[in-house]
Structure formats: structure tokens, C-alpha cells
């Protein structure tokens, strides 16, 4: 540090250039922490809508529009949802509004806002439709991360053909979210099948001694294996995490 | 009950009956508890060494062939076994001592003991050396229990051609006790490809955050498809009830 | 795994017979999951209501119906299984439709479809009103595999009169399942008292420290008896493992 | 408290009897804190031994007998009951030293001390050889508190008719300390035949998920009777607990 | 038992003495579990409301009122109370029902039913408002099994002067429940100041970690002096317990 | 940020100003992390003994010594305090060294090192011998510190006379730690005596259940008065935050 | 305690005197244990809504108003708010009443009340909105108690810059509460940047495992820096230490 | 699968080729199932020395050497590792053996072997001497693998200054790999600073409650910021999995 801090009193360092080296991003005058943070990782900031009122959703979804030209809203229900399309509706008419139904999330996109675009494709692996939402929320974020994405849906240990059956599709993800409840031995399986990196994202199904995710959660952190593993229902922190090594294999093929 | 006792009352009904109806077993003049039980269910007493000094192992275990003609030793160490050995070297001269060495049993027969014999197989699936101590408990027990047994080494879910490749064995047995460490998943994807019944024996191995077999229990709770589960390092139980199993299945066939 | 693929590329196996050995169901053009799976292993799937809108498991238990001939529905409250009714009125007015009321299941029997039948028993011991659920549906799932079953109720620990006046009937079995709360020592004490097969169901009563079947779980799992258990509240997969085994010994008798 | 204290300013009453009532003891100018509180309840100070070196624990001994005409030394090795009897032996000849061996208790009498004697009975109740130290405790303990003590082995719940074998003796005790490993289901069992107040004790004994006495502990927190129970292995503690009640009724017969 | 039975063959015992004496309880034509229960150990058979519906616990407390002459209904809210009173109005319109309102508790007396009468007294102390329910449990059953009671309200660990205050009635009682939530040292610091038995009741209070009557429960466990506990917000078996204390203690009297 | 590096580009701010308020400390040619934490902060670096060999643990305190002209050497059996002390003896042999025993410590001090002086007494309190270690660590690190400290010791919830004794001793501290097993409530007993703030300190000693200080740890989080706590055994951290609170409350009245 | 009653026997020493010294606060005609307490100690008793109807919070602020002055409502929804404005408004119109919506508390002063006044501040440090209500509470009760307080908001470990910004104002703080759900990492970054003492302050935000606070308050209990923390959610009590750090600190200056 | 079968009866697909398209990897004579996992992931297999003796380890890395022509051994022991070394003296005298002494690895290259080489760096962080084990596996794996590594060490969240110094080397990584211990907040503190991936890798320092990685782990898993995480002190896996993500990028770039 001292040697930046030198370089900034001797002149050979711009106070900006400074700034960005010590913190990570660049305030400006307009600038908003939410707007940096994005623009530094390249992770879009969600709008986690649990235990918020529709009305403070709709807020926050026009502030992230008009600030980063973009908004992505999770867990949202159904109230929330009609919240954020009337308030957008009214000041930003032209966005483009995307809900993706069954994962309980909504994109808007401002006028002239255009995500990135990866050469790699993340593909996300679910068993069925109890993990909708999660592996919904790790595909859109993987998306607006600019990934190409390919789902695989009922895939289950119960049943290893269908797994077989989608061997050459899981090969050809350049990283793969696998969502598993229950035990959790899906991405374990998978891993087993693959030669790219797999992260594993536990779901909160399953009743009983370590239902709602726990069991699957401590089997995948538990895998025999190699893989990494994100919190139960954590779809968005699984399809980031991808999108980053999606960042990583795209920059690298530039 | 009160008919059992008035039926008692009015001669109609011996003592021994009785006494058998009303507790499950009946008591002779050198009768002894460890020996009716054994009697009553067909499982042998199994002498569990942990915590007990040689000399202790070697007084239970010739007991144990006095009275039952057999004796049963689990989790004991070289020098239990030692002393097993030397004490029935010296009483029992003539009996018949096998020890299995990795599952640290030994197993004795008394001259003229014969073991049950059912027309049925128990099969015992184990990952690999990590499992040697539980699942060789499970064999040793039902052996003795009097099914025939078939082992299956080196199959993990990481590897599912290992798992098919051994599809016909897994389907032959009637019953089949699958033992898992880490996440805990074979018995749950060796139950999706067979139509026998299925016990999950968890294995005590993996480090850190639910190690030492607890994410392998709680896998096998949760599992997606049909299958009971003993608790963690419980091979014993686990042939048990498969050996149960099997005396149910070979009673049937006769 | 090779020689079979040599086999068929010899021709001396048909890609039926290769595929079925190799994952355990053949598909065909109409084929599906989970029709395959019912076959394979004869346990009917379910179709678990939990989260579920009255719409979903009304289509759900519709296709089940033609697919299969049969549907399983669990935990399904009022309007649950109104929609199902009213589904099937309509599309299926000849099925056979049945609801045991306490234990919140309905089963649905297409016209010409008949279960197996089964020459075994599966006792199910209950010990109260708060057990009703998870033992009907080890009830429920035993029948639908073709056995027959055997219901013993208001049956606890803390008066063993109750057991011990059972103890004909709960020998007469070919295999129990054991629903307890609490503390769940009833299949440990009946496990003492039989020579066949048990398998101990968790119920979730109980309150405070362990309560919702946490403590009756442990108890089973820790049992000084012989037997294997299956999570809280699972009765399907109790009943389900019981078929199993009376499959096992139903067809070793023919 | 104020009445009390203007009690005193007015000579009403004496600083003793008040320092007695507002605290629970009177000091002495030879007045120890152990001792006060060992008259105070009746429950001798217990001197544990776990991470007590053998000096320590000869010292700790040799004042207890000095201050109090007794030393109760619990869990103790051989090693440390060597150095309290070499201790005694040289500091206080006469005191009459009794071990129990395998629980692991040494008590000493000093020479004219007289433990009290109360017309109750403690039933104490223990599985076997493996219930042997926390039951030994409970027996000691409730001796010294002048309760009568009566010893029943080998009993569990797994073996109803080795119970019922016991009922009169189990009824003939005023209290009963019940041992139980595993799941802990003994104390239950019992509570349902007696009616007079259990006391349940969680061995810890088991292995795997929930073992060492935390199955036995919680089931007897959710028994489905009456009971109240202690930590694992608190024989001390159940003793005490029983020799209180035990003093209760002798007190009441007098 | 072989002797009880060949007594019985012999016609020196009769089968009802024989029952008796074998299972705790002897069955009339006319009796009823739990009644019998009731009759055997002097504690009252409790209708706990929760999960019951109003017609339900209303049968339940109606058949209570026919067969014991008592109802005793615990954890009932003012809907269940209203349909007990209403069918109790129409069928038993000459019962005594009493509400104990803050503790949920209604009992109902039959004509000429009276309870027992015992020389002892429970004393129930409890912090406040939050303790209301288990403490109003432990003083009705107490009273319902004949004991008098003294409840002692407002004394908490972080006001030691209050505890004081009250020690000359706690030091009155035979013996005490003592409710206490959050860290649940109350029965701790009560059993330094009295000779009696304690029995520690935790209370589903605090928040947080370990909250809602946890470590309060455990604080109990580990207490540094001599008592024993029950469940969280266990009221009913606190207060039976110290029931059959004091039950011993009366009969010791007469 | 941005004003400060403006202002150190603009020549207002030196590197060192600017470095010391961005990061908290200001390293020089011969500075070092260690000394710069302690300077900052004035928490001397404690040097914690577990696994750690003698060798290692002699190198880093003389380091520590040279660089701050102190070692604080914590959880140190006799073999690393003999490595120490050789260590010191043979480099720095005019430090002094003082060992407190039966905490386990060994603080070093270099030849003209003198420790800052505070006007301000922290009181660390603890039940027995069990609590040594963890109160020595308090007490040895507020000294470093500069407090004045006060050790009060054999006090606990079980006697509460004791605890009265000492009111006015707590009350004269500025600040108290008070160290506590088992159930953990003499913090919140000592708290409602006193008007200073209080610092739970949880002792690993009790067994079964919740044991080694984590009921004790519970019950301070749980506390019905206001305290804050710190880790089980973690002593050295109870000790250094009263320590800051002494620094704040000298310095006030300097 | 001894000297202390002779001294009131001699009439040395007032009843009133003797009694404060014993119990640590004075009763009088009209005085009242919650009045007292908070006189000792200086913290405002808090009226906790949490499970109270609005009568009843109505209720105790009334009379919180009455005896001290002041009464100080948290955890209030819209309902409890508007119960207690309207009663206070009947029956004491003068008073103050102030809500902070956010935190869900509201403070009402009697007229001619006035708070304490400390020259000391307490710096509350909180990550976001989610943090609002115990963040809340701490400021509330720090100001109540007469600190002075300084709120930082919307700083997280995750923008370093962000805590870097604010290093100024956090160290000029006399003590700090830093709220933190998640992983709980702020206090530990902030207090490795400060000397003063820091609180911790885990929130009950997060989801899956160890959410809800959990991991938050681990964190801190396992800091590697100095710090105590209190319990999840923990605002006042986290306020009420700070505040009592912030009166020896301010007592100290006088 | 079905069109897979039919190609191969159709003779459009040779045997090996369908094999390896089913199961991931092709058999041969002398093939064996280590290596062949190895070739089809690229990961090493290790073998973990937790459990076994010297001679066990000494032949399984001698048998690695011969079949993959490289042995990985970990968790090593001073024996273990002479054991190792001896036997390859004997029979692969040519062979390279690197130890990497804190860390307790041992790889061994045949001659000829040759590792690959990614054109990607793995940075691996960690705090200080305890995490040497773990982040010295992530780095050798990483290395095995072919990456390129960048060791960062001291770096730990109590002192921010030193993660700021380290900012751009950190960013100079293509995935990195954070090892912490106790709260575990250096992960997300550097995820924040960086724009790629970055995997937790909890380690098991930390004492009392959470203690030994449980808090570290549990705060990765609740991150405010993106990352995936291992399971506690599993520094392969961690190396392993970044070793994939190299591989991916590797590849991108060629």
C-alpha cells in the first residue's frame, strides 16, 4: 500500500487509478454502490424479494434499472411480480420485462441495455419440478452473466439410465450447476461422469431428520468426488459462481 | 391375557406354554437368557469388544460356546483375539475358531455345532477397504444365521460402470445390505435397479462437517427411493435383519 | 458391462434385452418414467401432495391412472382429494376410487386393472390416533403391492399388557412395521418378542428437546434389538420396504 | 427481607437465626463452606475425580473427613484410590474405607461417624455390566443419605419378561433410579408398572448417530409417561435426587 | 414368572391376582385402558388438545368424565373449551368443570367424584406470565392427584432478593417444580436454599440461539446442584412427578 | 477515500498519515504485523500453545519479546514453559519471567519494557479450580493491559451467600468477567447486582449432554439480564475486551 | 454477610442501608420491583411485544409511565403501537411518545421525566435494512440510557471501501454495536481497524443452513480479534452493554 | 441409450466406443479403475494416509507410480512417508519423490512422466501456519493438475491492510482458492475484491462452540457475496476443483 500511496504523492499514479487499485471500483458523482459492485464482478446485484413489501420491491427494481439498466428480482410472488410490471410499466414503458414463472423470478431490461455474451455454456441439471426455483434462479443469473445455458430436467440417482441417457449433453457444458434434494447424490454421480468443474446446489425438499435440504447439503460437502457446493436453495450463488467460470473459459477463448 | 390364564387355571394349557406365549421364550432348569433369546429369534448374541479387557472377551465368548455352541466376537483387537483363542485352546480344544481379520471378528463353533442352513442369499455391497469392519459383520452374521452370502467390493456411486457392471450379482441376492460412507448414496442408486429388498448400512468414515458417516445416515433417511437404514457402523444389525430376512425367505421355500 | 455390448453387437442379444439388463426397464414408444419404475420394482410411485395446488395432483393422479392403471395420492387434505375426484369423474368415470380418510390417501384403481396378490402378511402396530397417517400409508402401500395386511393399534410401551396380548397376532406377521412416537421404543420391545422382520417407523409427536419424532428416530436407530428403520413419518417407504420383503417371501412360496 | 432485618435492628431476632434464614446456612468460626452446605441439604459433597491428579485428589479426601466425618470420591482409577488410602492410612488410621469397584467409588467413615438411617427404600435398576458406574453411584449416594438400597441387574426392555420377573421388587422400593443405554426405553417401561416416582439416569453407551447416552437422555425426555431424568451418566445426581425423596418419606414416617 | 404361573396351575393364585400381578392392571368387563391406567398410578390420564379438533377432545373429555369421573384437559384453547362445556352441559349438566384460564387447563368432576386427599404440599414457582401454561399444568394435576399446592410467582435469577424473600414458603413445600425459561438456573438456586426434592420444569420462552426452552433445558441438565428435569414446557409430567413424590410422602404420614 | 488521496496528491497528506488512517497502522523499516497490532489496538499478541511444538513456541516468543519487548505465552504445559524460559535465559537473559501456574501463562517481560498503567479495576470471577485456566488468561492479559485487577474466587449460583459476601467487591470493579460451567448463570446472577458491564466467560467442565461449556455458553446468551459473553475457555479474549473497556474508562479520566 | 447483620443488631448501620447492601436496591412504601431494578442498574426495563396483545403492551407502558417515568415498548407492530398512543393519550396526554418505525419501538417520557445525560457515545454499525430493528433497539436504549449515538449504515465486509470510508467516524466512537447477519464478519473486520471495546451483534437474516443468524453469531464467538457478542437479534441487550460501557465511561470523565 | 444400443447392433458403433460413450471411460486389459478415473478427469487420485499403516501406503503409491506413473499421497505422517520412500527406492529407484513437508504430502513422478500444463494460475490464501495442511494440498493438487500456483499467506480479515496489499496478485489469479479458519470471512472479504472464481476452503482451527472450521464453513455457506465452498479442512478437493476450473480455461486458450 505504502508504495501506491507514494506513487500517488510523486504524481505517477492518478488519484482514480489509486482508488480503483486500493477498493475494487470507482465512485463517481452519480455513482451508486450497487451500480459499482455489478459492474466490478460482473454478478448483477438480485433483489431478493423475501419479506419485502411489493412496494419496496417495485422501488428497488426501477433504482436497479435506471442505474445498472437492469433488473433481476428473486423469489417473487405473484403480488410482487404485478408490483414491479405496474411501477415499470409507468416509468420505464419501453423495458423489457422477463418473468420466468416457475422459478419466481423477473428480469427487466432498460431500453438499449444488452447483457454481455460468453462463448460458454453452463449447463444447470435438476431432478424435478421441486427444484424449480433454485435451479430457475441459477440459470437466468448465469444467462444475464451472458452464458449460453442448457437445462436438463428429471434426472435422478433413483434412476441411472436417464442420467446415462444425458451423458453427452452434460459433457458438452463447459461448467455444470447440478440441484439435487433429498440425499443430494446427483452432482456426486455426475461429477463422476464429466471431466468440467460441477457445483453442487443443495434443495430444500426431503421431510423428516435433515429434510429441507440438510441432508443433501451435507452429502454434497461429503462427495467422494470432486466438486464445490453452495448453500441450500442458494440458485442465484450457484449460477453466479458459473457464470464467473464462464467469464473465466470465455475471456480465455477471446 | 386372561383367557391365557384362565385357560392355565383350568388345565387346559401347560405351564411351559404358557410361559412361552406370554414372554416369548421358555426357561429350563439350565436354561439361560443369552441362550433363549438366541433361541427365539435366530440370531446369534453377537460379544462386543469395545471397552471390555481380554480376559473379559475370553470368559463371554466360552461361556458363549458352552451354552450355545457358538460364539460370536465383534470389533476385537489382536490381543482379544489372542485371548480368546488361548482360553478356548484350553476348554474347548476341539472348537472350531475362525477369525475374518479386517472385519475383526471371530467366530467359534463348539464340536457337533451345525449352523442353520436357508436356501437364500444375502448379498453385502461395500465400497471398499473403509468398509471391510461393518460389512464383514454383516457376512459373518448371516452366515451364521444361515443364508449364503455374496460380497461385492470396490463400488462406489463415482463410478457407475462399477455399479452395472455388477447389475446380475446385485439382482441374484435376496436381499441385499449395501454399506456407504461419505454422502452415503450407493444403497439408493443399487435400490433403483433391483426389485429385493435394500438396508442401508452407513460407514463411518469422512472428515469434517457431518463426517464419521452421519451425512451417509441421513442420505440413506432421505433417499428418493425404497429402503430402511441401521444407525452408522452397525454391520451387525444390518446382516441381522437381512439374515431375518432371508430365514423368512428360505422358511417360505420349504 | 463389455461383454454385453459385445454380445449385442454379435447379435446374440436384442437392444430390448441389453437395455433392460443394463438399467433396469425397457422403454417403448408410449413408455414412460414412471410406469417403468412401477414395473421394475413393483412399488407404485406416489404421488406426495405436499405443496402441491389441487390442480397439479389431479393431473398428476389422471396420468398415473393411464399410465399405469392405478394411483397412489399421499398426505392429500379435503380439496386435494376433491380435485382428484372430480378429475377422475370426468375423465375416468369407471375407476375405482377409494379413500382411507385418517391416513389421507386416496387410491384409484382403473377398470380391469387388479393388483398383485401376495401369500404374506405385513402387521402394521400403531399406538394411536397420531399415528394414523404414516401407518396408513404403510397399510395403504403394502395392500397395493399384493400383500395382505394386518392392523394392530393402541398399542405402547407403557403398558405392556397391551403388548403382550398382541403378541399372537404380531407373530402371525411375516414382517412388521412398527410406528412409534415419543420415545419409540415399541419396535425395540415387539423386535424382542418376534422371530420375524421389523421395521421401525418414526411418527412426528412429541414435543419440546427431539420432539416431532427426532427422539423416536434416535431410539430406533440406537435399538439393543435387531431391526432397521426408515425416516419420521415415512410410512410409505415402511410400507413399501415390508412389500418388498413379503414380495420376497410371497414368491419363494409359489 | 426488610421485616426481617428491622427484626433484627430491634433485637427481635438473632444475627444467626437471620443470617439462616436469609442464606440457608450458619457459619462457624470452624465453619467450612462444604460442610455447611453437605448439612444443609443432606447431600454429601462428592469429591469427582476427572482431571483431578492423585494428590489432589488424597487432599481433597483427607479434608472431607476432617470437616465433615465422610469422603465421598467418585470415578475414580486405581491409581487415585491408591493415594486416598495411602493418604488415610497415614493421616487417619482408623476411618473405615470402602471401594466399589467397579463403580469406580471410594467412601471413608471417619472414626465415630454415623450416616444417617431413614425408613425408605431406592430402588435402583440397571441394564448390566455396562450401566455399572453411573448405577454404583446412584446406590452409593443414596446409602449415604441413610436410604435403603435395593440393586436389580439385568434388566431391558428388549427382554419384557426379565422385567416382569421383577414387578414386586420394583413396587416394594419407594423411589427407583433407572439406568438405561441405547434408546432408553427402560425407564418408561418401568414408570408404567410402579407408582411411585421414577427417576431415569441416560447411560452413555451406543454407538453411531446419537450414541453415548444421548438417545437413552432425550427419550427419556419424551417419554410417554411420568418421569423426570438426569444428564448423561449423573448417577450421583439420580442418587441424591432419590435419596432426597427418599428423606421425604422417611421424614414423613417419623 | 414360572412360579406365578404354576400357582396358578396349582389354584393357589387366582387369575386375577395372577393378571395383576403380571401386568400392573386387572380388566373388568366393563373397564377401559385408561382407566385402568388412571387407577394404577393415581396420576390422572391427561386430554392434551394439541392437533385435536373441538368435537374430538370434547368425546374424549366426555368418556373421560363416564369412565374415570374425571377430565382433565390440557392445552385447549377457548374454541375446545366451549364444545367441552357445551357436551359436557348436555350429557354430564351435573359435572364440576373448572377453568384454569391463563393455563388453558379445564377439569371437569363427576357427580360425587371426588379427589384424593394427601399430607403434602407441591410448591410450583415459576418467573411470570410466560410460565403461565406449563406452571398452571404442574398445579392442577398436583392438586388432582390430592396434594396441596403453593404457587410462588415473580422470582427470577436476576433479582436475587425476591428469591430470598420466599424462602421460608419454598423451605415449607415437600416438594418443589420450579418453571424457568431463557437460562433456567431458577431450580439451581432454589435447590441451594432448600432440603427438598426440585424438579427443574423449562419453559419455551427466550429467543435466538438456544431459545425457546432449550438451554434452559440444558442448563437444567447441567446443573451444579442436586435436581432432576423434565421436557420443555412438560407442565403436566413436572407436576405428576412431584405428584407421586408427594403421594409417597402423604402415604408415609398415614 | 477519495478526499484522502485528493489530499495526498494535492501534497497535503504525507504517505504515513494517509497509510495510518486508510489501514489502521503505519509500518517502518523495522515494523512488523505483530507489533502493529498490539500498538493499534493495545491488545498485546498472545502466543496460543496448542499444537505447537517447544521448539516453535520458544522461537515466537522471543521474537515477540525483541519486537514488542513482551511475551505472552497462553495454554503452555511445562515442556513449552521450559523451552521458554531456556529459550529466554540463553538470549535475553535479564527479561523477566513470570509463570502463573495454574493458568497455564508465561508473560515475559524485556529488560526496560513497563507495561502501561490504567485507572481502572477489572474484576474476574470464577466458581473453583475448574475455571483456572480461562480466568488466569483474563486476569494476566487486562494486567498487560495496564488494569488493575481483582480475583474472586469459589462463588456460584448453588450458594448464594457466597455470592452476597462479595457484592460489594463486584461493585467496586469497573468492569467484571465472570467465568462460569456447567449451567452458566452466575453472570446473569452477578449482573443483577451490579451497575458495570459484565462479560460471561463460559468453562468447559460438565459432561453428558451440553456439556463442556456449551449449556453454560447458552445460558449467557440467554441471559434475562443484559451481559455480552465471549467463547468457551476463550479467557485471553474475556480478558482483553475488559481490558478495553478499562482503556476507555482510564482514559476518560485522564 | 455476618459483620454486616452484627452491625444492624448494634444498630451501626440503617435497615435500609443494610438491605441495599444485600440485595442491591431498596424497596419503599410505594416502590416496585421493576422500578427498582432499573434504578440499580441504570437500563430502562423494556416492555417486549413479542406474544402480547395490544391491552396488554397497553397495559404495562401505562405503567411503566407511572413508576418510572418512561416507558420503552419494542418488537411493537402497527396494532400494539396504536393500543399504546391511544391509552397514553387518555390517561397521561403530556407525555412524549416517540416510535421509531422502522425498529418497531416506541419511548414515551412522563412530562418532567428526563433522561441521563453521558459524555460518551455508542457507534451502532449495521449492514443494511434488514438490520434495522436490533440495530434499532441498540440505539434506542444506548440514547435512552443518555449516551450519545452515532448510526452507520450500509456497510458490509463484502465493499472493504465501504468500512474504510467510515474508519473515522467508527473510531471516534466510545464504543461500538456492529450488527451483522450472513457470515457475521463486520465486527471482526471493524474491530481489527479500532481500540475501542466492539459488541457483536449477530441479525437473523440468512437462509439455508446455519441462517437466520446462526452463522452470524458463530462467526463472532470464533472471532480472531476481540469482541463479545450477544445473542441473534439481541438489539437491546447489545445497546444496554454498550450503554453501560458508555455510563463508566462518561462517570469516569465527571 | 436406445439409439446408442441400436448403432452398436447395427454395427455403426464398435464396442469400446459405446462403452466409453455409457460409462466414461474405456477398460482395457491392464487397465485399472484408479487410472482410468484419473484419464477420464484429470484429477490425481489421492491416497489419504488418515488410518492406514506404513506399508500400506508404501504399496498402494507404489502401485499408483506404476499404473499412472505418479503417486499423490496426503495426510502423511514422518513414517508414512519413510515408508514410502524406502519402497520406491527399492523398486522405482529412478523416481522422482518431492515431499512438501508442512503441508504432509508426498508425490512421486515416474520417470517419463510427465505432468500437463494449463496455461492458468491457481491462487491459494491462507492465514498463517494452521492452515499449512490444507492449502498445501490445494496447491500441490493444483499443481499436479498442471496449473500454475501463487501462494499468498498471512493474509487474514482482522487486518485489512494486508489484503489490500495483496489486491493485485490476488486479481492476477484465474481462480483462487482461500483457505480460513475460526469465522471464515476472508473468502468473501476477497470475492469482493476480485472479478473471478473463488472457492472456500474452511479449516479446522477454532475452539468451543462451532469451533474446529464448523464456524468457518457454516460463514462460506452464508456469504453475502459469490463463492463456492469444500467441506472442512479438504484441501484436495478444493485444489481439485480449481484445478478444473484451470483446466477449462487451459483449454479455452488453446
Known sequence: ?????????????????????????????????????????????????????????????TTAVETTGRALV????????????AR???????????????????VAHAVGFSKPELD???????????DAIP?????????????STEEIHDVGVASLVRVLDEVETLRDADVLVVAAGREGALPTV?????DTPVIGLPVSNGYGHAGQGKSALLGMLQ??????????????MAGAQAGLIAQAIGSAKE
Open 88 to 106: 415499470l410499466a409507468k416509468e420505464h414503458p419501453d423495458a423489457n420485462v422477463q418473468v420466468r414463472e416457475r422459478a419466481n423470478i423477473l
Open 135 to 147: 435451479a430457475g434462479e441459477a440459470v437466468t443469473v448465469a444467462e444475464e452473466m451472458g452464458a
Open 74 to 85: 428473486t423469489r417473487a410472488d405473484d403480488e410482487q411480480i404485478q408490483a414491479v410490471r
Open 190 to 194: 455426475i461429477a463422476g461422469l464429466v
Open 120 to 130: 460458454a455454456t453452463v449447463g444447470v441439471v435438476s431432478a424435478g419440478t421441486s
Open 1 to 61: 500500500m505504502r508504495e501506491l500511496l507514494e506513487a500517488v504523492a510523486a504524481g505517477e499514479l492518478s488519484v482514480t487509478e489509486a482508488e480503483s487499485k486500493l477498493s475494487g471500483y470507482a465512485t463517481t458523482e452519480a455513482g451508486r454502490f450497487d451500480a459499482a459492485r455489478e459492474t466490478r464482478r460482473g454478478v448483477p446485484e438480485a433483489i431478493l424479494c423475501d419479506g419485502k413489501i411489493p412496494g419496496e420491491v417495485a422501488t428497488l427494481a
Open 223 to 236: 462427495s467422494c468426488t470432486v466438486l464445490s457446493a453452495v448453500n441450500i436453495d442458494a440458485g442465484f
